[in-house]
């Protein structure tokens, strides 16, 4: 399995003493958490970049036209015939890295500053809201949506019994 996470944001030192653990061991634990949920059966390979508001703005503009900044966004690397299911990967090499065999899962790319805002404004930790996050992020890599009720609902469902698994609870 490889996380790569690479750390941009200028609020940084604030941020690292704000969590219980390191952001490296809350995201790492999710992802690990999300994938085991979700019962994938390939070692998969995610990107991670922790930014403020004004990159993540920019990202938005440029990559989806929207003109705002938010907390998270994902860029799923995978088109899924069904969300949640690997059946039929064996054969789409396109989605494996050639040097490590991993499936390529995508890029989360999460403003720090928001999960600061956020955990405040919603009365939890910082570690919950990081998790939270990265728990959303890895469902839409993994195929699933919430532009219908139905799909929010499932997804919502999802997130948080995945967040239970190492206890992050509001």
């Known amino acids: 399995m490889t996380i790569n996470i690479e750390n941009e944001s200028i609020h940084s030192d604030e941020f690292e003493v704000s969590l219980s653990k390191t952001y490296e ?3 790492e634990e999710v992802i690990i958490d999300a994938l085991d949920y979700e019962e994938c059966p390939y070692e998969a390979a995610v990107e991670v970049l922790l930014t403020d508001d004004s990159e993540i703005h920019e990202i938005n503009l440029e990559q989806r036209e929207i003109d705002r900044a938010t907390d998270v966004l994902s860029f799923p690397m995978v088109d899924y015939d069904e969300a949640g299911s690997f059946d039929g990967f064996d054969d789409r090499y396109e ?6 065999g991993e499936l390529m899962l995508g890029d989360i790319v999460i403003s720090v500053e928001h999960v600061l805002s956020q ?3 919603y009365g939890h930790s910082t570690d919950r809201e990081l998790a939270f996050l990265i728990a959303h992020s890895m469902l ?3 195929g699933y949506d919430h532009m219908e009720d139905e799909e929010r609902a499932e997804m919502e469902r999802k997130q948080e019994e995945i967040l239970l698994i190492h206890g992050y609870t509001r």
């Open 95 to 100: 989605l494996f890295d050639p040097d490590s």
């Open 119 to 121: 955990a405040r404004e």
């Open 25 to 27: 061991e809350i995201i």
């Open 140 to 142: 839409h890599l993994m």
